[in-house]
């Protein structure tokens, strides 16, 4: 069997890497260089909680992945289960949370409901206006930059041909497999996986499958670096929008920070950008969370195109419309903590017809169903 896989984010490199470990022929062909667009942006967040709880399954899967990345990949892509700690400040947040607690304990994940006192105890930085935090425990976060170049050369070792500058222009039915158009010539192949992120709605509407998705970019920004104090990625339970800011510290020191608005990005070229009146709107924000950090420099900010569906939950699973053809393609801004477990599962979806995790509120066809 020969797949070819279209986008080299995190999604298209972790499906290659478990497709040639299942020992598939495998051909990852990316625009730019592998990583360069929403995965290289991200935040580096692996957050359970909080989570759609459908999506559980898929999302622990990833997470023991995680936990094997640096044998499977042979190289430290930074995963550390520092803890995700999300700090309430008023009885709406407090229930919001607890009711989460509740509901996510069957689908297996168990938070700990720290109150005020034993917050501050565990976590002497957090705001003093705070009432109450989650904590998940094994949570944590991993660098952005590495994971997909790692994916990437793993696959590569295992016998999985990796072809950068390489776009895709159109896929289509061929002699009873499917033909694969790039600016470089047309490869033949039993299996395509779209995993073309933000535009991976195009390919799909090119077969017949349109997708409402619109293209995004989450406001980032990092701090000059401070003594490390902070070890938890530290989020927010609020419905306001803009006060959903979270941070983290990276172990040289650095505050890595996101949230608030997002602002649109055009797919051609898919060049995001930071509007400064975002990173001003975060500021006072982060340092509710956290009052030391009030006063620090911030030192670079960024952004990145990702894909966000009308129903903010991503699509995955085999075409309605043409066989031989997957997608996984717009993960709504939680795809990070995600990929492993994508890439686990496309793989085995498409070398076996079927997958031990449930996908299916994810199939392309609840679109075709609107
Ligand atoms: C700023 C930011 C912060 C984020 N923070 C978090 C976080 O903390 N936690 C979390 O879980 N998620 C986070 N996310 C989301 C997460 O990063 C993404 O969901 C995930 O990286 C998506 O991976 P992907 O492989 O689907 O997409 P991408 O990384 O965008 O990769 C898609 C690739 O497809 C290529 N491509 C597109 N069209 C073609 C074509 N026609 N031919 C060839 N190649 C093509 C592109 O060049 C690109 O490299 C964040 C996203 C952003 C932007």
Known sequence: MRVVIVGGGLMGAAAAFFLARRGVAVTLLERGRVGHAATNASFGNIRRQGRYLPQMPLAHRSRALWGEAAGLLGEDVEFRATGHVRLA??????????????DAEP????????????LRSRFPWAGPAAIGASLSPED????????????????????????????????????????????????????????AGAWGARLAEAVGEPVPLEACGPQMGV?????????????????????????????????????????AV???????TVDPANTLAQLPQLARLCPAIAKVQVIRTWSGCEGY?????????????????????GFCGHGFQLGPGVGDVMAELIATGRTETPIEP???ARFAAA
């Open 89 to 102: 400040f008023d009885a709406e947040a407090m229930a919001d949370m607890e009711a989460f607690a509740r």
């Open 107 to 118: 689908f297996g994940l168990s938070l700990e409901l720290l109150g005020p006192n034993e």
């Open 140 to 195: 944590g976060s991993a660098n952005p930059r590495l994971v997909a170049p790692a994916f990437a050369r793993a696959a590569a070792r295992l016998g999985a041909e990796v072809v950068e500058e390489s776009e895709v222009m159109a896929i289509r039915k061929d002699d009873g497999g499917l033909a694969v158009e790039t600016a470089r010539g047309t490869v033949a192949t039993d299996a395509v996986l779209n995993a």
């Open 223 to 263: 701090t000059e670096p401070l003594p490390h104090r902070i070890l938890p990625v530290v989020g927010i339970w609020s419905r306001v929008k803009a006060e959903g800011v979270y941070f983290r510290q990276v172990e040289r020191g650095n505050i890595v920070f996101g949230g608030g608005n997002r602002e």
């Open 266 to 272: 055009a797919l051609d070229p898919g060049h995001a």
């Open 309 to 329: 569906t009308g129903d903010m939950l991503p699509v995955m699973g085999p075409s309605r419309t043409t066989p031989g053809l997957f997608h996984a393609f």
């Open 362 to 364: 994810f199939s392309i």
